[in-house]
């Protein structure tokens, strides 16, 4: 009977849409707690040998193929900047569009799947040409998105398996103090 009594006083006390709200709210903070954890060994499991951003190799060629230059001359002086860029592009080497998807802003829709693989399976070569931080709002180009400073523009040149060329340009920015690609 007394436990009765006490969760009769609980029920009239908490709203059932609070405790359903506050379940949410702490599955989606052990969930990013679990992503950036997972990010940062991620990173340096599947780069034999990296410990930190000074010993990310300038250029990676996978089992298929695929080559994949980050030179150190193109880095910008913000670590956690290199560190995505180089987490990102570990993540398109490994082919892995769920973590792709984490990694892409929230403000619009990624790539489906179907084009992430034909892309993957079309590239050859990605060689990151500039990492730019942008200074003036005005360089932002992308309307379609609320981005703040600080942000980076990222110039990559993309050669095809056919042979044909392709420059992409995405912007690096914070999204809920996470750092996203634009695409």
Do not use: C
Request: hydrophobic fraction near 40%.
């Amino acid at each position: 009977m007394n436990e009765l009594k006490k969760r009769s006083w609980l029920a009239g006390r908490v709203d059932a849409g609070v405790l359903i709200a506050i379940g949410i709210v702490l599955i989606l903070l052990v969930s990013w707690w679990t992503y950036m954890s997972k990010s940062r060994s991620e990173h340096t499991a599947t780069m034999p040998g990296v410990q930190e951003m000074e010993d990310i190799p300038d250029r990676i060629i996978l089992g298929n193929g695929l080559e994949i230059l980050f030179p150190k001359s193109v880095r910008s002086d913000h670590e956690q900047v290199n560190r995505f860029v180089a987490d990102f592009l570990n993540t398109v080497a490994k082919r892995d569009y769920r973590q792709y998807r984490a990694m892409v802003t929230q403000q619009r829709d990624p790539v489906s799947k179907d084009t992430f693989d034909v892309a993957y399976d079309r590239m050859k070569k990605i060689e990151v040409k500039e990492l730019t931080k942008i200074t003036d709002p005005k360089e932002l180009k992308d309307e379609a998105l609320t981005i703040e400073l600080p942000a980076y523009r990222l110039k990559a040149h993309a050669v095809l398996r056919d042979n044909s060329e392709r420059d992409v340009e995405i912007i690096v920015f914070k999204e809920y103090d996470v750092w996203v690609s634009s695409n």
